[in-house]
Structure formats: C-alpha cells, structure tokens
Nanobody, 121 residues
Framework: QVQLVESGGGSVQAGGSLRLSCAHSADTYNTYCMGWFRQAPGKERERVATITLRGATSYADSVKGRFTISRDNAKNTMYLQMNSLKPEDTAMYYC???????????????WGQGTQVTVSS
C-alpha cells in the first residue's frame, strides 16, 4: 500500500471549476495505475478517471470533455481538473492507486481519505 493524501475539494456553483490533488508516496510499482473515484450519499462508489504511470488515461462517460486527469511523477502528485461542474458531480472524491489497471473499487489496495466536492445550482 501507498499513502495517498487528497486536497482541493470545496463548494462551487454550477459551471465552476475545481482542481483536486493527490500527493502520494514515491512508489512507482504500487502507483502504476492511479485514479479518482467518487461516492454520493446513497450511491455506489464509481470510477471517474484513471491514469497509468506512462500517462494513458480513461474517463467515465459522465465526465468526458469536462474533467482532465494528469500526474506529475517527479512531484509524486496526481490531479483532477474539473470544469463545467454540475450538481450531479457532488460527491466525496477518493484518490486510488494500485499496481494494475483497470482500477476496480473492490480490488484497489490504496485509498486516500477523500475530499468533498459540492456543486450548487
């Protein structure tokens, strides 16, 4: 497991932007695949976006064109730039890491503590 620490959540109006950060331990093996999940009250945790060590990305259909995942391996930090936010994006966002892709919530070995994103209409 690796240590993951999220930051950057907050409250914003619909149409606004936020950038989440996930600082992680220097462990290229166990952070080969990293991503963001989110969980709204009463709903299952869903995968939002993933990125490999080499920079290959994938996105949930609901965020394509609005969210961008990236990572700076020299700084051991992953990011999620969220633009054109909608009220339905409101959730707790979690950073995740594992040695294998794809990330699935039942198999991910390292999780952050979560950061709340609230989008008001």
């Amino acid at each position: 497991q690796v240590q993951l620490v999220e930051s950057g959540g907050g409250s914003v109006q619909a149409g606004g932007s936020l950038r989440l950060s996930c600082a992680h331990s220097a462990d290229t093996y166990n952070t080969y695949c990293m991503g963001w999940f989110r969980q709204a009250p009463g709903k299952e945790r869903e995968r939002v976006a993933t990125i490999t060590l080499r920079g290959a990305t994938s996105y949930a259909d609901s965020v394509k064109g609005r969210f961008t995942i990236s990572r700076d391996n020299a700084k051991n930090t992953m990011y999620l730039q969220m633009n054109s936010l909608k009220p339905e994006d409101t959730a707790m966002y979690y950073c995740a890491a594992d040695s294998l892709c794809p990330l699935t919530s039942g198999r991910v070995r390292s999780w952050g503590q979560g950061t709340q994103v609230t989008v008001s209409s």
